[in-house]
């Protein structure tokens, strides 16, 4: 890998810190060849701290590693980007980022919805809330949707018309995120099943 220490005229390059898992940022901090060699060597984030003027091994006090999964270098050779596996919180502050975030696993858009379900289960007027007058008739009712909207995408995906195929399944996800809920269940249980079956 081809990193030039040298840009800045300090010998030092910035390194971006990221969960491997949730692709949160977590920090930053600063590499000289030093700590990068070290890095590499230890597969445990080294930076050089410009306060302490050494190397600083994320952890070394707290215990609160940073195990390396890989790094990357920028398009001008003078950024790192290091995904990790962290050992407890990142900051010192004892947040798990730097930035005071929670460091989660999110599914975008889908993280989203699952949080307006939420909010309509909890909040909303069953008169107005499809969501929350679903959650009202319950668990069996909304079973029932999911095998509704299941048998309705396999009609689709018989046919070739790609809009409804799509509209099918859209209705499907939306739906078991609502049974997942009613079933004390998240995306995030999901995935570590799958995750599990998958090593």
Known sequence: MNIDFN???DGLVPAIIQDAKTNKVLMLGYMNAEAFEKTTATNKVTFF???KNRLWTKGEESGNFLNVISIKNDCD???LLI???PVGPTCHTGSDTCWNDVNEQSFGFLSELENVITSRRENADSQKSYVASL???GINKIAQKVGEEAVE???EAKDNNDDLFLNEGAD???HYLILLQAKGYTLKDIVSV???RHK
Do not use: M, Y
């Open 153 to 155: 995408i396999v009609i």
């Open 83 to 85: 995904q990790v596996n």
């Open 172 to 174: 499907l996800l939306f």
């Open 135 to 137: 959650f009202e008739k």
């Open 77 to 79: 050779n003078d950024t």
């Open 7 to 9: 840009k800045n005229n």
């Open 194 to 196: 799958l995750e599990g």
């Open 49 to 51: 701290s410009r306060t």
